[in-house]
């Protein structure tokens, strides 16, 4: 959330299924500080009050670009970690795993802006004690320009870590401190993007199964696959979105925690034809074929925060949570009982929400304001240069749409890189990133 020129991150709880939600956490980077990505994981197999781990990236005025760990018990204690190496002064862009298991082991994973060449490379960090001391690998990749980034460990220390190669054919690839590196799409050169991975956690190395979801294409749909060897070779790539003439990005996938399961769970957001709401499945018992995919709510989200889902095997319970489109609305939704929905407190008194996708190769932008207010989006290159002012006037309460055609002011076409669209009310200021090929 965004109040008064700082961004603050919440944690909530519930210990009611969902029907009441208490904030139990709650931090920020300081004044004037931006947020710029964050994961956050649960100590498994506690109930009480377990750890919550939190990797966590922001940029203040003071001190540029930073990159923590934290282990937090709420009302307990809580224990900071600061990367201070130059690889990752200049992150924005983070993921984590931690395997199920007391003092666990963690990776994370993140893209870091390389000023020498105007462009991005790709890290990975991993802790065998919980935390306190990590061991660092990386950068990934001989050429640089690597978006978008995951991670995801098994019980026996072993991890893989997942990025978009936009230098390379925009290929899904993964690295593996057992496996090395190997692509989850195809090499052919195409738009990727929104790279999931997941593997089984209680399945020995080799043995484990990894799976791995993305975003393809232009008219933008979910693709998946999965490795049955923990991640040495992969099968081919299929499309996971729903039939029909509709869009499909934003993929989430999670595994429960049951070791007698061991299985995931996945969403994405679609649009177009008559939807325009959340697709979901279970994996079936044979780990590697989904259940038919489902609309479990009847309410439209905004991309502004990816859905995210979970499943507990234990108590056949999936669960949901996403931001509803339009309004300041964070639901939490039990899948198993169709649109039963419980909504958190709202926190800040304004609803103004960003989004920004690519589809049929433009720029879409979306955003909504709850009073009329001046509002300026502005696309900047790697380098900090304005390349273009899309608006800067009065917009009237409601939804908005704008399209970048990937010009520059003087209407130039830009050339192919990363770029970071500005988005500034007057109460808050937001930046996203994209890729124009």
């Given at each position: 959330c965004?109040?008064?020129?700082?961004?603050?991150?919440?944690i909530?709880?519930?210990?009611?299924?969902?029907?009441?939600?208490?904030v139990?956490?709650?931090?920020?980077?300081?004044?004037?500080?931006?947020?710029?990505?964050?994961?956050?994981?649960?100590?498994?197999?506690?109930?009480?009050?377990?750890?919550?781990y939190?990797?966590?990236?922001?940029?203040?005025?003071?001190?540029?670009?930073?990159?923590?760990?934290?282990?937090?018990?709420?009302?307990?204690?809580?224990?900071?970690?600061?990367?201070?190496?130059s690889?990752?002064?200049?992150?924005?862009?983070?993921?984590?795993?931690?395997?199920?298991?007391?003092?666990?082991?963690?990776?994370?994973?993140?893209?870091?802006?390389?000023?020498?060449?105007?462009?991005?490379?790709?890290?990975?960090a991993?802790?065998?004690?919980?935390?306190?001391?990590?061991?660092?690998?990386?950068?990934?990749?001989?050429?640089?320009?690597?978006?978008?980034?995951?991670?995801?460990?098994n019980?026996?220390?072993?991890?893989?870590?997942?990025?978009?190669?936009?230098?390379?054919?925009?290929?899904?690839?993964?690295w593996?401190?057992?496996?090395?590196?190997?692509?989850?799409?195809?090499?052919?050169?195409?738009?990727?993007?929104?790279?999931?991975?997941?593997?089984?956690?209680?399945?020995?190395?080799?043995?484990?199964?990894?799976?791995?979801?993305y975003?393809?294409?232009?008219?933008?749909?979910?693709?998946?696959?999965?490795?049955?060897?923990?991640?040495?070779?992969?099968?081919t790539?299929?499309?996971?979105?729903?039939?029909?003439?509709?869009y499909?990005?934003n993929?989430?996938?999670?595994?429960?925690?049951?070791?007698?399961v061991?299985?995931?769970?996945?969403?994405?957001?679609?649009?177009?034809?008559?939807?325009?709401?959340?697709?979901?499945?279970?994996?079936?018992?044979?780990?590697?074929?989904?259940?038919?995919?489902?609309?479990?709510?009847?309410?439209?989200?905004?991309?502004?925060?990816?859905?995210?889902?979970?499943?507990?095997?234990?108590?056949?319970?999936?669960?949901l949570?996403?931001?509803?489109?339009?309004?300041?609305?964070?639901?939490?939704?039990?899948?198993?009982?169709?649109?039963?929905?419980?909504?958190?407190?709202?926190?800040?008194?304004?609803?103004?929400?960003?989004?920004?996708?690519?589809s049929?190769?433009?720029?879409?932008?979306?955003?909504?304001?709850?009073?009329?207010?001046q509002?300026?989006?502005?696309?900047?290159?790697?380098?900090?240069?304005?390349?273009?002012?899309?608006?800067?006037?009065?917009?009237?309460?409601?939804?908005?749409?704008?399209?970048?055609?990937?010009?520059?002011?003087?209407?130039?076409?830009?050339?192919?890189?990363?770029?970071f669209?500005?988005?500034?009310?007057?109460?808050?200021?937001?930046?996203?990133?994209?890729?124009?090929?």
């Amino acid at each position: 959330c965004h109040s008064s020129g700082t961004d603050t991150l919440f944690i909530y709880k519930t210990t009611d299924h969902g029907y009441t939600w208490d904030v139990v956490y709650s931090m920020n980077p300081g004044s004037g500080g931006q947020l710029l990505d964050f994961d956050m994981k649960l100590e498994p197999f506690v109930t009480d009050n377990p750890n919550i781990y939190l990797i966590w990236a922001d940029s203040v005025p003071a001190s540029g670009y930073r990159l923590f760990f934290g282990a937090i018990q709420p009302g307990v204690t809580s224990i900071w970690y600061e990367f201070t190496d130059s690889d990752y002064d200049s992150t924005f862009q983070v993921a984590m795993d931690v395997e199920p298991d007391s003092n666990p082991f963690i990776v994370i994973s993140c893209i870091s802006l390389y000023y020498t060449a105007g462009e991005t490379q790709w890290y990975t960090a991993s802790s065998a004690d919980g935390g306190a001391v990590w061991d660092v690998y990386g950068p990934h990749t001989s050429s640089m320009g690597p978006m978008e980034v995951t991670a995801a460990c098994n019980d026996s220390d072993v991890f893989y870590v997942g990025s978009i190669y936009t230098q390379s054919s925009n290929r899904f690839r993964t690295w593996g401190n057992q496996s090395g590196f190997v692509n989850v799409s195809s090499a052919n050169d195409t738009v990727r993007y929104t790279p999931n991975i997941v593997t089984q956690k209680y399945h020995a190395y080799p043995s484990n199964y990894v799976y791995g979801l993305y975003t393809q294409g232009t008219d933008p749909r979910v693709y998946y696959n999965y490795s049955t060897d923990g991640g040495a070779n992969w099968q081919t790539p299929a499309i996971w979105s729903m039939s029909g003439d509709v869009y499909s990005n934003n993929p989430n996938m999670r595994l429960g925690w049951d070791m007698t399961v061991d299985r995931p769970a996945a969403c994405c957001y679609i649009e177009g034809g008559s939807f325009d709401s959340l697709v979901a499945a279970l994996m079936t018992s044979d780990y590697y074929s989904w259940d038919g995919r489902i609309i479990p709510n009847d309410y439209n989200l905004t991309t502004t925060m990816p859905a995210q889902i979970n499943a507990s095997m234990v108590h056949n319970g999936r669960f949901l949570i996403y931001r509803e489109y339009n309004v300041n609305n964070i639901w939490f939704d039990r899948w198993d009982h169709y649109n039963q929905v419980e909504e958190t407190p709202n926190i800040l008194p304004d609803a103004n929400f960003f989004s920004v996708f690519q589809s049929s190769g433009i720029i879409q932008i979306r955003f909504s304001t709850p009073t009329n207010q001046q509002i300026k989006i502005e696309v900047y290159d790697i380098l900090g240069r304005n390349i273009n002012t899309l608006a800067e006037r009065n917009f009237s309460a409601g939804e908005h749409n704008l399209e970048w055609n990937m010009t520059g002011n003087n209407g130039e076409k830009v050339v192919a890189g990363t770029y970071f669209i500005n988005f500034t009310t007057e109460t808050r200021k937001e930046t996203k990133s994209v890729q124009v090929f």
